[in-house]
């Protein structure tokens, strides 16, 4: 018999807790400023583009790439 326990159905307490986790030791880390002010100088770059066509896609709810209307 399986143990319950460790079925995880829609949703995963490990994944969530390790992801917690995570966030919470890169913020402690001092890390967001940093990756904060990356994230700006790739968006004010000739990479900008390509990046604001990947968010525009992303708010658009078509990760697989299935509404070629973008």
């Not at 966030?23 to 604001?52: I, M, N, P, Y």
């Amino acid at each position: 018999m399986q143990d319950k326990s460790k079925i995880e159905g829609e949703g995963s307490y490990s994944g969530t807790k390790a992801y917690d986790e995570a966030t919470e030791k890169f913020v402690k880390d001092g890390k967001v400023d940093k990756a904060a002010q990356e994230a700006k100088r790739a968006v004010d770059s000739a990479e900008g583009a390509e990046l604001k066509k990947a968010e525009d896609k992303g708010k658009a709810g078509d990760p697989k790439g299935q509404n070629k209307k973008l």
